[in-house]
């Protein structure tokens, strides 16, 4: 209770305008009481109205009402002040030496909650009350504590700095603009503030949107590990498989191509984090930056921002490119291939043929390796007979075929059809040219006939990173596939977009000789001899796969079953 009274002593000699305890009080007509300075100040404010008021009360008087001092409040606000009945405010609200002071506390100071910007002054919530009150007072700028009010003030003229000159980038006050910045580009600060503003908010989006893309660029990024990942453990686990059926002749093989394959995986996997690394860093450089221009945009005071500015650095230029692409899962795939086909001839294998399976693994690395020396090639078949030694069935890879074509007979004849066809939507399909591809991959000696049913059709061997898109994946325009046109009257060769007309005899059925080893492949036209019509020694780098290819409704091929 006592407390309470202690309380109520205090507020009932408080000035309801310092807010402090009444000094030199005096009581106007309507019985209020106030410091006589606060009222004398708060009349002097209202000459623009006719009649003076109460502050508190609004009550209206037909003239400014005269003052006299009240000598019995005097001697109770006297006698407050000595006995320390005030309430002292909790030592949480003192300004510390980060703080912003209040510039009206006397004695220890409280902590500002606003700084004036047309007063120049800082103000604890006591001190800041009539600021809410007062009607002239309402009108003026508060914004957030700040220690820098001075840095407002024209040191030239002493006044309030409320223009920015564009010709001299600096702030000025109103004496500045017409006298030594007479005919300089000059606006106020707030319409520089808003176009700096705004100029930041460009950056800030472009800020934003390089994070976006390196993020991005970072999900690719650990998509490739994956991939890559997924794609040599299923090789492993696959080539595991087949050297268990012939563990007892190739033991010491099949550990040799798991550490090889492994080797190229942890080569590749450092490679891409060692990128995703560095994206990482422009990624925290970036959200530093965007972080420095949000702290700025949050100062509502516009010459502090357009003080603190120029202190941002300007964007430094990525040295990263962001077009990441991201390769289907293939990488070790050919891999698998090469060893399928050690368990199918496993004697060829183990006497002739065995390094092609070490060739196949490094040709995944995408560094490339040192060329392999040149081999004399093997004496080729002479009669068909020879020839059919070596045959091998083909059959087509719906996951290859454009939506043009229907693979039919066990998946040996393609067609070209007026409507798409309906595959499954596969990274390997051909989507700008009407072409397909083999299951089989062929890294020995092979032979095939290919029967043109209908048309014109491109008997090709290709390797299988070929292009599926745009007009480098035709047959025979890029140096990872050799291609055979056969027209109704006539043969081109083409390979590495260079074409070559082939004389010959026509004919409806094309015979290919495959030397992968030895790096030989001829095209052969078919009916009760053979004639050779182009012949290419060359060095291959990958397994092989055989192609065709039909480019009007209608056309057909297929590939024959040779006995």
């Known amino acids: 209770m006592a407390q309470k009274g202690v309380q109520l002593d205090q507020e009932s000699f408080s000035c309801s305008i310092c807010l402090e305890v009444l000094k030199d009080p005096v009581t106007i007509p309507c019985g209020h009481s106030y410091c006589m300075?606060?009222?004398?100040?708060?009349?002097?404010?209202?000459?623009?109205?006719?009649?003076?008021?109460?502050?508190?009360?609004?009550?209206?008087?037909?003239?400014?009402?005269?003052?006299?001092?009240?000598?019995?409040?005097?001697?109770?606000?006297?006698?407050?002040?000595k006995t320390g009945l005030q309430a002292a405010p909790a030592d949480h609200c003192y300004a510390g030496p980060e703080d912003v002071a209040c510039d009206f506390c006397s004695g220890r100071k409280l902590k500002a909650v606003k700084s004036c910007l047309f007063c120049l002054a800082s103000y604890c919530e006591n001190h800041l009350q009539p600021h809410h009150d007062v009607a002239p007072l309402k009108k003026h700028k508060l914004v957030d504590p700040s220690k820098n009010l001075q840095d407002n003030i024209c040191p030239r003229h002493d006044e309030v700095m409320k223009m920015f000159c564009r010709t001299d980038?600096?702030?000025?006050?109103?004496?500045?603009?017409?006298?030594?910045?007479?005919?300089?580009?000059?606006?106020?600060?707030?319409?520089?503030?808003?176009?700096?503003?705004?100029?930041?908010?460009?950056?800030?989006?472009?800020i934003q949107q390089e994070i976006q893309d390196r993020e991005k660029d970072v999900k690719l990024l650990q998509q490739?590990?994956?991939?890559?990942?997924?794609?040599?453990?299923?090789?492993?686990?696959?080539?595991?498989?087949?050297?268990?059926?012939?563990?007892?002749l190739i033991q010491k093989r099949s550990s040799d191509v798991k550490q090889q394959i492994r080797s190229q995986q942890q080569t590749e996997v450092r490679r891409v984090r060692e990128l995703e690394e560095k994206l990482q860093q422009e990624i925290t450089d970036l959200k530093r930056r965007d972080a420095e221009m949000k702290h700025l945009t949050d100062i509502e005071d516009h010459n502090q921002f357009l003080h603190n500015y120029p202190s941002l650095s300007p964007l430094s230029e990525s040295t990263h490119s962001s077009s990441i692409s991201i390769r289907p899962l293939r990488y070790f795939q050919d891999v698998t291939a090469a060893v399928s086909e050690v368990r199918g001839q496993l004697q060829d294998i183990l006497r002739d043929t065995w390094t092609n399976i070490s060739l196949t693994i490094t040709d995944v690395d995408v560094l490339l390796s040192e060329p392999e020396p040149e081999l004399e090639p093997e004496p080729e078949p002479k009669s068909r007979a020879e020839f059919l030694k070596y045959s091998c069935e083909i059959t087509l890879d719906p996951n290859t075929a454009d939506t043009d074509l229907l693979l039919s007979e066990e998946n040996r004849k393609v067609?070209?059809?007026?409507?798409?066809?309906?595959?499954?939507?596969?990274?390997?399909?051909?989507?700008?040219?009407?072409?397909?591809?083999?299951?089989?991959?062929?890294?020995?000696?092979?032979?095939?006939?290919?029967?043109?049913?209908?048309?014109?059709?491109?008997?090709?061997?290709?390797?299988?990173?070929?292009?599926?898109?745009?007009?480098?994946?035709?047959?025979?325009?890029?140096?990872?596939?050799?291609?055979?046109?056969?027209?109704?009257?006539?043969?081109?060769?083409?390979?590495?977009?260079?074409?070559?007309?082939?004389?010959?005899?026509?004919?409806?059925?094309?015979?290919?000789?495959?030397?992968?080893?030895?790096?030989?492949?001829?095209?052969?036209?078919?009916?009760?001899?053979?004639?050779?019509?182009?012949?290419?020694?060359?060095?291959?780098?990958?397994?092989?796969?055989?192609?065709?290819?039909?480019?009007?409704?209608?056309?057909?091929?297929?590939?024959?079953?040779?006995?």
């Open 169 to 206: 980038q600096k702030s000025i006050c109103y004496l500045c603009s017409v006298d030594e910045h007479k005919g300089h580009d000059t606006v106020s600060a707030a319409a520089e503030r808003t176009e700096r503003q705004r100029e930041m908010e460009v950056s800030r989006q472009q």
């Open 415 to 563: 067609t070209y059809m007026d409507e798409d066809q309906f595959y499954s939507d596969h990274p390997d399909i051909f989507t700008t040219y009407s072409q397909v591809l083999s299951r089989e991959s062929l890294t020995g000696r092979h032979y095939w006939e290919v029967e043109k049913k209908e048309g014109g059709v491109d008997v090709a061997v290709s390797y299988k990173n070929i292009s599926r898109l745009g007009d480098e994946s035709a047959f025979g325009v890029n140096d990872k596939s050799w291609s055979l046109y056969c027209y109704s009257d006539s043969y081109v060769f083409w390979y590495n977009n260079i074409s070559s007309s082939i004389s010959g005899p026509l004919s409806s059925r094309i015979g290919v000789y495959l030397d992968h080893r030895a790096g030989v492949l001829s095209f052969y036209s078919v009916s009760e001899t053979m004639t050779l019509l182009h012949r290419v020694q060359t060095s291959f780098t990958q397994p092989l796969y055989a192609g065709v290819g039909v480019h009007s409704p209608g056309d057909s091929a297929e590939f024959c079953k040779l006995k």
């Open 37 to 81: 300075n606060c009222i004398n100040n708060f009349w002097d404010g209202e000459e623009q109205k006719k009649l003076p008021s109460c502050p508190q009360c609004r009550r209206t008087f037909t003239q400014k009402p005269e003052l006299v001092k009240s000598t019995m409040l005097a001697a109770l606000a006297e006698q407050m002040k």
């Open 224 to 248: 490739e590990v994956e991939a890559l990942n997924k794609s040599a453990d299923k090789t492993v686990e696959d080539s595991e498989e087949i050297f268990t059926e012939l563990i007892s």
